[in-house]
C-alpha cells in the first residue's frame, strides 16, 4: 500500500490559487474541470470567512481523487470514503468523478471554522457546514426537514446535540435539520452571537444567544410547520430522497 500510495502521489498534478494548493491525478475529471473547482472553492472560501469574521492563514490542500479507494489510499487509512476534512492539516480529500463530486462549501466550513473551536457536539459541527452547504443532494435544507416533518420523521434538535442520538439518525435526514436549525439559529439571534457560542467551551445557549434550546427549536419547528411546498417541489424532492 505505501508503494501504491508513493506511485499516486507522485503522479498528481498541482494547481495553487490564491486559498487553495489542489492536487488532483493527470488524467481524471477533476484535471479537466479543475478551472471550474477552483473558481467555486474561492467562493466557498469567500463565503465562509467573510460570514465567520476568520481571518485564515495559509492555503487549504484539496486531494480530489478518482474514486473512494483512491482517496484511502492517498490519505493513508486505506478506508474508502467520499471526502471530509483533515482539519489539524488543513487538508481536504474529496472524490471528484461524474457520479460523485464533493466539493462545495462543507468540508471548507470544517476546516475554516476549527480555527475558532471544534464543539463538542457533532450536531453543531455539522450544522455550521451544513449551513454553508445550504442543500442535501441538491435540495434544500429547509425543504428536506419540511418533508421529513410531514412524513413523522423530524428529529428533536435538542436530542441530537447528543452525539450518541445523532449518529443512530440516518445522515440524510440529521444533516439538513440541523443545517436549516442553523440557518435558523443565525437568523433569530445574529451571526456575532453564534459566532460567540461556536467559539465557546461549553453548549450554553441561554449564556451566548440569550434563548435556551428548546425555545429556539419551537420557534424552529413553528417555522417548518409553516413552510408552504407546491407539489413539484415536494415532488421533486421526494424523488431524490427516497429514491437514492
Request: net charge negative.
Amino acid at each position: 500500500m505505501i508503494d501504491s500510495k508513493l506511485g499516486i502521489m507522485n503522479n498528481l498534478e498541482k494547481l495553487e490559487s490564491e486559498h487553495y494548493i489542489f492536487y488532483f491525478e493527470k488524467d481524471s475529471l477533476a484535471n479537466k474541470d479543475i478551472e471550474k473547482i477552483e473558481k467555486e472553492q474561492e467562493n466557498c472560501y469567500y463565503e465562509i470567512t467573510k460570514t465567520l469574521k476568520i481571518d485564515f492563514k495559509g492555503k487549504i490542500t484539496y486531494y480530489l481523487c478518482d474514486n473512494p479507494e483512491i482517496l484511502g489510499i492517498i490519505y493513508g487509512d486505506n478506508e474508502p470514503c467520499n471526502g471530509f476534512a483533515d482539519i489539524k492539516n488543513n487538508a481536504i480529500y474529496a472524490v471528484y468523478n461524474e457520479n460523485i463530486k464533493c466539493i462545495g462549501a462543507h468540508e471548507d466550513a470544517h476546516v475554516i471554522s476549527y480555527l475558532y473551536n471544534w464543539p463538542d457536539s457533532v450536531a453543531i459541527r455539522e450544522g455550521i457546514a451544513m449551513y454553508f452547504d445550504k442543500t442535501w443532494w441538491g435540495i434544500d435544507n429547509y425543504v428536506c426537514t419540511k418533508i421529513y416533518y410531514d412524513r413523522g420523521e423530524y428529529h428533536s434538535i435538542a436530542q441530537m446535540i447528543n452525539d450518541e442520538i445523532f449518529y443512530d439518525i440516518p445522515c440524510e435526514i440529521s444533516y439538513p435539520i440541523v443545517g436549516a436549525f442553523t440557518d435558523y439559529v443565525i437568523s433569530r439571534c445574529g451571526i456575532d452571537k453564534y459566532i460567540d457560542f461556536y467559539k465557546s467551551k461549553d453548549i450554553m445557549w441561554e449564556k451566548y444567544l440569550g434563548i435556551s434550546i428548546n425555545e429556539l427549536e419551537k420557534g424552529f419547528v413553528e417555522k417548518i410547520q409553516s413552510l408552504k411546498l407546491d407539489n413539484n417541489t415536494r415532488k421533486n424532492a421526494e424523488n431524490v430522497l427516497f429514491k437514492q
